[in-house]
């Protein structure tokens, strides 16, 4: 991935969590709401959405880390990000298989996993 890919990426990432954000805001405030409505936008973020997106921006930020955009180590690679993200994150690590039951399973069960 060169240096214009990887902006771009960035900017799109960026957007989506900004949109969703901005979407679930937006829908706290009744003339907003009502704005919305009214050009056809349901209330509310796109939670699973935003979550599902997260989970595949962690696998892809793993990617940029580690260097290694090969389909053999898409765990390791979101592994090796979210823990990354704080000391919580990598403890929780320890005890759930983050990327099978969340990341896995929302994107290809369309729900999570496991509880």
Known sequence: MN?????????????D??????LAKA???????????????PSGGGNFMA??????????AGRLKNNDFSDVN???NFDDFFADLGKDYKQFLTSHNVYKSFRCGMAHEYY????
Do not use: C, H, M
């Open 74 to 76: 898409s765990r390791k």
């Open 51 to 60: 979550a599902l997106a997260l989970f595949s921006y962690t696998e892809f």
């Open 112 to 115: 999570v996993k496991k509880d």
């Open 3 to 15: 240096r214009q890919e990887f902006e771009q990426a960035r900017t799109f990432i960026y957007a």
């Open 27 to 41: 829908s706290q405030n009744p003339f907003k709401r009502l704005l919305l409505r009214i050009v056809g936008v």
């Open 17 to 22: 969590v900004e949109r969703e954000i901005a």
